[in-house]
């Protein structure tokens, strides 16, 4: 596609649910990393992937996060067993390659609300 | 590990000034430095990189400076206008950890007409 497309734009959720965050990036980039922006914070690292692997898991704040990638093109975010804390806006972007050192490409993020 | 501040949380200015913003950050000096554009509800969008062997880089009204020895790289937006008003965000070479990039909290800008 033209750009980094994340889907649902909003998801609000009780307490205690799992949900689903999509991500998919810009077609021929192999890098692909997710980020968490609290209300007034900065971007907080979460995870990336090189292809379908993910070399760096140390970001993702519990066991309750997970995330992956197939076919070296979408990814899903996965946070179980919601918590308030959670309640964020999730971003996902993408580069051509991971020791590439020009920008990312932002999609326009989920927004998670968690009652 | 690498730490980086953005000295001011919101920054307002008049229409038609420049507008100065600083990122700072505290460990070794990185590979690179970049600066994204971030409106409300929108994702970051990139506007300029410059890399360690650089001393400044021009992009029509924008101008980044790098100093490695002052640990500090300077925004400047020439001439603002209200359009300009976002938050500006900070992001460095983390050295090939966590994805390559960390980024500051941002700074606010408002420009007044």
Same mark, same amino acid.
């Given at each position: 596609g033209a750009g980094v497309s994340q889907s649902p734009s909003n998801k609000v959720t009780e307490k205690g649910k799992d949900v689903e965050l999509r991500c998919d990036p810009i077609s021929g980039h192999t890098a692909l990393y997710w980020y968490r922006q609290s209300l007034g914070q900065g971007l907080e690292f979460l995870i990336y992937f090189q292809g379908n692997s993910? /070399?760096?898991?140390?970001?993702? /704040?519990?066991?309750r996060f997970s995330a992956e990638r197939t076919g070296g093109s979408v990814s899903t975010l996965t946070i179980q067993r @919601?918590?308030?804390?959670?309640s964020a806006v999730y971003l996902c972007a993408s580069s051509p390659? @991971?020791?590439?050192?020009g920008e990312l490409f932002f999609g326009e993020g989920s927004r998670l609300t968690v009652l | 590990s690498q730490k980086i501040e953005q000295n001011s949380e919101a920054l307002n200015i008049q229409e038609g000034k420049t507008a100065t913003l600083t990122c700072n950050y505290t460990n070794y000096s990185p590979a690179y430095l970049q600066w994204y554009r971030q409106d409300p509800g929108r994702g970051p969008v990139f506007l300029l990189l410059i890399r360690e062997n650089e001393k400044e880089k021009r992009k029509e009204r924008l101008k980044v400076t790098f100093d490695t020895t002052l640990k500090q790289s300077l925004f400047h937006i020439t001439a603002?206008? /209200?359009?300009?008003?976002a938050t500006y965000l900070c992001a460095l070479d983390?050295?090939?950890?966590?994805?390559n990039l960390i980024f500051g909290k941002g700074t606010k800008l408002s420009v007044k007409p």
């Open positions: 993910a /070399p760096d898991k140390s970001g993702l /704040p519990s066991d @919601t918590q308030q804390e959670d390659g @991971t020791f590439y050192t | 603002s206008q /209200p359009a300009d008003s983390n050295g090939g950890s966590q994805g």
